[in-house]
Structures are given as structure tokens and as C-alpha cells.
């Protein structure tokens, strides 16, 4: 649909029962994914991707379309208002504490205020910390109802998928402080979820989600109070 459509494509995969990874191949910009989230309610997009091709647009149409649109923060808005458009003026949910941030409007946006907001059955869950209005997704029907948590980088799976862990700056290696990690733990400690699916491939967490986050959290907060 656009000149990158031309060198490139969204290269689906199916992570789990209802849940699907869209990533752009050959990798572009980041090399991050969104996923299809497939629900009760109707489907949600966790997240978007810089092109928007027309095989992926078919997909989710003979899918039932799209509830919502939900982003985790401003790294990922680039082109949510293109996407939005592509599946019929699906409203797309961004917190209003990153509303500085939105350089392109359109009747879709719907900023989103206070600490949570319901979208069918998921609830999105402002965290802050990577920005004010960071957000993750939790969808207590996923993982045989144990439910899954969709973190973006707000919380970064490490490389072991045995820890979390948390930055101010990705690029500058800024760390966040204990306050804000505070935060991120008690927004989250109310909802129970057995997987995590974070921004990048292979940062995936399949079992016992709730509890790694719980001592990462620990582990962290002791390494930089030391």
C-alpha cells in the first residue's frame, strides 16, 4: 500500500490460541511486532506496524475486524491512524498522558484517562515509566484462562525469558528509578496472568508470568538501591 509495501512484508505468526505476532520482513526500523489479539468481544491490535498491506487488512476482516486499536506508547504510533483507516475507523486507544506526543489526529483517537479502561473483557493498564501514559494489555480469557499480559517494552522480557526488567532510555541504557518501578508493580499486581508477550521476537514469557514479574521487580529495586 505504500513504497515500503514494495521491499517489504507482515509476516504473521500464531504465538498461541488467539494470539498472533505481525512483524515487517525483512526487519524495519525497530524490528518490533504487534499481535492480532483474537477475543470474546471482538479482536483487539496490540500495537502497529509501519506498513500496512492489504493481505493483512483481508485477514483481519475475514477475522470479524478489530474491537479496537490499543497502543502501548508513542513509539508505536507512527502509523495507527493509517491502520485505523484500513479497518474501517476502529477507534484507537491512547493514554492522554502521551497526548503530546500525537503529531497526526483524526475522529478515531480516543485518549484514554485515570489507571485502567475496559475493552470487552481486556483492560488496558496505564503503568508510566518508558512515558507517563505507558500501558500494557491484559486478557484474563487468554493461555486456557490463565491469562496473558501484553507489555510492549513498558516491562522488557530479558533474554533468558526467566526476568523482567525496566528503562527510562533504551538507546542511552538510562534505567528507571524505584519510584516509578513501584508504580509499574502495583498497577499490574492487581491482574493475574500466566504468559507475557513483549515487543520483540523471542521475548516471550509462557509460564508463570505473575511470579516473575513479582521478583523481578524485587531483584531490580535491590540492585539499584544498593
Same mark, same amino acid.
Given at each position: 500500500m505504500t513504497a515500503l509495501g514494495r521491499t517489504h512484508d507482515v509476516v504473521w505468526n500464531k504465538e498461541a490460541l488467539g494470539i498472533h505476532s505481525l512483524q515487517i520482513s525483512p526487519d524495519f526500523a525497530i524490528g518490533h511486532r504487534a499481535f492480532l489479539i483474537e477475543g470474546p468481544d471482538g479482536n483487539i491490535l496490540w500495537d502497529c506496524l509501519s506498513l500496512v498491506d492489504k493481505t493483512s487488512i483481508a485477514r483481519i476482516a475475514a477475522m470479524g475486524g478489530l474491537l479496537a486499536i490499543a497502543i502501548s506508547h508513542p513509539h508505536f504510533y507512527s502509523s495507527m491512524i493509517e491502520w485505523s483507516a484500513a479497518c474501517g475507523g476502529v477507534p484507537i486507544y491512547v493514554h492522554a498522558d502521551d497526548g503530546e506526543w500525537i503529531q497526526r489526529f483524526g475522529?478515531? *483517537?480516543?485518549?484514554?484517562?485515570?489507571?485502567?479502561?475496559?475493552?470487552?473483557?481486556?483492560?488496558?493498564?496505564?503503568?508510566?515509566?518508558?512515558?507517563?501514559?505507558?500501558?500494557? *494489555?491484559?486478557?484474563?480469557? *487468554?493461555?486456557?484462562?490463565?491469562g496473558a499480559l501484553f507489555v510492549g517494552d513498558t516491562i522488557q522480557v530479558t533474554l533468558d525469558r526467566q526476568y523482567v526488567s525496566f528503562m527510562r532510555s533504551y538507546p542511552n541504557l538510562i534505567p528507571l528509578g524505584a519510584g516509578t518501578v513501584r508504580g509499574i508493580s502495583e498497577a499490574v499486581r492487581p491482574y493475574r496472568f500466566e504468559a507475557i508477550y513483549g515487543a520483540f521476537t523471542g521475548r516471550t514469557i509462557k509460564r508463570d508470568g505473575f511470579r516473575i514479574v513479582e521478583r523481578s521487580i524485587k531483584r531490580y529495586l535491590e540492585a539499584i538501591e544498593s
Open positions: 475522529p478515531a *483517537l480516543r485518549p484514554w484517562k485515570d489507571e485502567a479502561l475496559q475493552l470487552g473483557r481486556a483492560t488496558l493498564i496505564r503503568c508510566g515509566g518508558h512515558f507517563a501514559g505507558s500501558a500494557v *494489555l491484559h486478557c484474563p480469557w *487468554l493461555e486456557n484462562g490463565q
